[in-house]
């Protein structure tokens, strides 16, 4: 008998249907579904995993955090355990009578230790180390890439798999490790305990930055001069002053009371520019579009591998932006024009003389750009499933059709001496832009000019401005810069982000980071700045794939990051005791609400905990002159947000449970303007005029 271990459930299933026809049953072993076929007189059964079903962990003598000094986890022996018992047990069971192994998991670093974790399940239950090992590697679970990738089947990357490992025991050591200082350090233990990262930190690091840019940012003055200008046929447009920008009123005024009536063309530049096809998608390429259209980095991962699943789209983490030679693109556009939905698009690109494809500027080896695979019936999707489809689709075929052209003009106006300039573009070949909805832009008119040409001035407008602060990250543009700075992989940056949010750190988008980690980067920075910084993770990174290219040992390379953690740790150490007062101050300042609506007071509402009850609610820090109150759920991370409802004035909180959608909570419990979710919560509200 053959067995085939594949990552998921739903990819078990289809990879069985595709092999076998509609010859397939299915059993349930431990409540998990194992699939039966036979092909060409060989038994097969097909088992789909949860991802890793073994984790890394310490041995039981370290669990206890009081008992056990952080510093010692570094060089503490680290063990595989148990993460998914059932998954385990089933495998064991339908095992038992394979005389060889095919492993289908997905094809990159964590897919190769999943797969290398469940043999040595396999084996271990076997005790036959000779049992016969084959690796399938495939980037689309179609009928042509899953026959293909089973009639040749090859070995399992123990390169590839051992870097994986090697980086779940560094993660695990400087997560464990440093977690677990300042947690103890400030005495934010179990639910409230204060996470620290490898990769996580100096993410974070990024997201405090850039608020504190934003917040140190002083805006400088500065005016505007521009004039609307109309031609004898009664056509109008726009030109601003050449300077853009006055730094001094007396200039701007000087300039906008010499504006008279008319105005004389003093040049014309035109030119054609081609806008070349956007490059296909890689894993950050279509984080960022789906940030677009409003989708968290996590949700538009977990979407594209459920199309991924369904046979709807290639393989969604990768880094390449270069369609490999294997691909016919040809026949993809024919797949994907046969639904009709596309057929337009796909008519136009059909129609060149030769298909030609953009390419990016990363190309790998492992996986193609994300591609769709099949046509869908968009009835049979979600309505978020179908957006990221429908984007995939749009994007591939935007890649192989020409470029379009755009026609450029810059005019010279010179009024009284003074030149202004006008710009304007039009579209002369939409071509792929007609297709792709998500490229802004618009056309700017300008109307046939002639040099020398005279113009009336219809209006002038002279306008006050300031710079602005730059822009808080999106969860899009983090990724790409996580990616340009060598922080986390393709597989595990949008991760990272959400566990941000989760433990409190960050408000989800744009990113802005709480009180809290505010001060935990501070004393990082002050302290450790080898954890803070993107240096040291891009470092390791850097060793992780010398391992998976050959070049390197697990062993060597776990070995370096101990020594880099055991440097960082000393310095913690000692300064011990600011890290704990900065940190402390900073949390109690996440607690503050907002201000109390009491007209007669001025204390700030804070988030208290009973300390008879242990239950949470809003009180006023002026208590017990002040007894206003206000009820809170019991349940889920709650981040304070320093905004207040647009209907009634009150504070909003956020409320984030795992798995769900994060809930902005005004804490009035009779504002108009809630919704049917906390009006039902509203028969449970304490008394504004209690007793804390």
């Known amino acids: ?190 639910d409230r305990f204060l996470s620290v990262g490898r990769v996580q930190t100096p993410t974070l690091t990024l997201i405090v930055d850039k608020e504190l840019e934003i917040k140190s940012f002083v805006s400088t003055p500065y005016w505007t001069v521009s004039v609307k200008l109309m031609t004898e046929k009664g056509e109008e447009f726009e030109a601003v002053h050449k300077k853009k920008r006055f730094l001094k009123k007396e200039d701007a005024r000087a300039v906008f009371s010499g504006i008279g009536d008319k105005g004389k063309v003093a040049g014309i530049k035109e030119n054609i520019r081609n806008v070349r096809p956007p490059s296909p998608f890689n894993t950050t390429n279509l984080i960022i579009s789906g940030s677009l259209l409003g989708f968290s980095a996590s949700k538009t991962i977990n979407i594209a591998e459920g199309l991924y699943m369904n046979g709807y789209i290639s393989y969604p983490r990768t880094d390449n932006t270069v369609y490999p030679s294997s691909i016919n693109l040809k026949e993809i556009v024919k797949v994907v024009g046969a639904s009709g939905e596309y057929a337009r698009m796909s008519e136009k690109v059909l129609a060149r003389e030769k298909i030609v494809a953009s390419r990016g500027k990363k190309r790998s080896t492992d996986h193609p750009p994300i591609y769709p695979v099949s046509a869908v ?148 920075k002050k302290h450790a700045g080898k954890i803070s910084s993107p240096d040291m993770t891009s470092e390791l990174e850097m060793y992780m794939d010398g391992i998976a290219s050959g070049e390197e040992t697990k062993e060597d390379v776990v070995k370096r990051s101990r020594k880099m953690l055991k440097e960082v740790m000393a310095n913690l150490q000692n300064g011990r005791d600011e890290i704990s007062r900065e940190i402390k101050k900073g949390i109690r300042e996440d607690l503050v609400v907002g201000k109390c609506p009491d007209k007669n007071c001025k204390g700030n509402l804070v988030v208290i905990t009973s300390k008879k009850t242990k239950k949470r609610f809003i009180g006023c820090r002026a208590y017990p002159e002040c007894r206003v109150t206000f009820p809170l759920p019991q349940k889920g991370l709650l981040i304070t947000t320093k905004e207040v409802c647009k209907v009634c004035n009150y504070p909003i909180v956020k409320i984030i449970k795992k798995g769900r959608k994060p809930w902005n909570l005004c804490i009035n419990p009779d504002c108009p303007g809630k919704d049917e979710k906390y009006r039902n919560y509203k028969g449970n509200k304490r008394s504004k005029k209690t007793s804390g």
């Open 377 to 524: 019936d968009r009835s049979k999707m979600s309505s978020d499933a179908w957006k990221i489809y429908d984007l995939i689709v749009r994007r591939f075929l935007s890649t192989l059709m020409p470029a379009a052209k755009v026609k450029n003009i810059n005019v010279h106006i010179d009024i009284n001496g003074e030149d202004f300039v006008a710009n304007g573009s039009n579209m002369l070949k939409a071509n792929w832009i007609e297709f792709y909805p998500y490229y802004k832009r618009k056309d700017v008119f300008i109307p046939e000019l002639k040099e020398g040409q005279v113009l009336n001035i219809k209006s002038k407008d002279l306008q006050d401005k300031e710079t602005r602060p730059p822009s808080m990250y999106t969860q899009g543009k983090l990724v790409e810069k996580m990616e340009e700075l060598g922080l986390g992989t393709k597989a595990t940056r949008h991760t990272i982000i959400q566990n941000l949010i989760y433990r409190g750190y960050v408000n989800s988008n744009p990113l802005r980071p709480t009180e809290k980690a505010i001060a935990v980067v501070k004393m990082l």
């Open 1 to 190: 008998m053959k067995l085939i271990i594949s990552e998921k459930e739903i990819a078990a299933g289809r990879i069985a249907k595709i092999l076998a026809g509609n010859g397939v049953s299915e059993e349930k072993v431990y409540g998990i579904p194992v699939y039966h076929f036979n092909l060409n007189g060989e038994d097969y059964k097909v088992i789909g995993l949860k991802g890793h079903i073994m984790k890394v962990d310490y041995p039981k003598e370290y669990a206890n955090w009081f008992k056990v000094d952080p510093a010692e986890l570094i060089d503490a022996e680290i063990e595989k355990v148990p993460a998914q018992k059932n998954i385990i047990r089933a495998l064991k069971k339908v095992s038992g009578d394979a005389d060889e192994i095919i492993v289908a998991t997905d094809y990159d670093r964590e897919g190769e230790l999943i797969g290398y974790d469940a043999v040595q399940v396999v084996k271990e239950n076997k005790h036959d180390e000779d049992a016969a090992v084959r690796r399938a590697k495939f980037s689309s679970i179609t009928p042509g890439d899953i026959n293909k990738a089973f009639s040749k089947p090859g070995k399992v990357d123990l390169n590839l798999a051992f870097a994986g490992r090697a980086r779940q025991d560094i993660d695990l050591a400087w997560g464990a490790t440093l977690t677990r200082f300042i947690s103890l350090a400030t005495f934010q233990v179990k």
